[in-house]
């Protein structure tokens, strides 16, 4: 049974197995999280008190499927979740594009300050193009499951998936997605949220 008790810097270390020196840099990203929560809104205030597991957390839970050397996009990362997290723990060049631009701003001073390698596209997911696609592409708290995959398609390399971390109307989503896709589908459970998926789409399509 997930653990729903608020969660502290010291128990998230503990229990996502980070080094002393990788808490401090969340600790960082935690500290410029709290001070630009008050000019604009990067997360739902009523997840501020619970910002380990329910933002952090929720996100570093992505760490199995993250391969360094496999270009990943993290698309409508907003105030980083999970990219940006993961870029910090995996130390990995992750793609982050975000269409808000004060939120990009945000997440060039996170970058700055955990010296993450991750790279900021400042604009929407669907003017960007690539030329062999990605590995890999991530969401969190964007859009409905079909929606997801019209975005991601396009930009998906060979052999591409998609891991997106989903919550308690998983399933209508998935109903609503399977009138326009076909996929080769996972879920996982979530190990912050009781309510949360992780799911894992490979070889999406459309039906014809």
Known sequence: MVNTATMSAEEFGRTANVSRETLARFEAYEDLLQQWQQK??????????DVWRRHFLDSLQL???IDPTVPTLDMG??????????SIAQDAPFVLVESDTRKCAFLREVRRVTDAPAEIH???VEAMSVENGFG???????????RLLELARPLLGRDG???????????QELEEASAAWTMDLKKHPS????????LEIRNPDRVL
């Open 63 to 65: 760490q199995p499927w």
């Open 161 to 171: 998936y998609c891991i997106f971390l989903k919550g308690e109307r998983v399933e």
């Open 122 to 124: 400042d604009g929407r």
């Open 136 to 146: 890999l592409i991530i969401a969190r708290a964007l859009a409905p499951v079909s």
């Open 191 to 198: 190990v912050a949220d009781p309510r949360g998926v992780i």
């Open 40 to 49: 604009i809104n990067l997360v739902s205030r009523t997840t501020l008190a």
């Open 77 to 86: 990362s907003g105030a980083g979740f999970p990219g940006m997290v993961l």
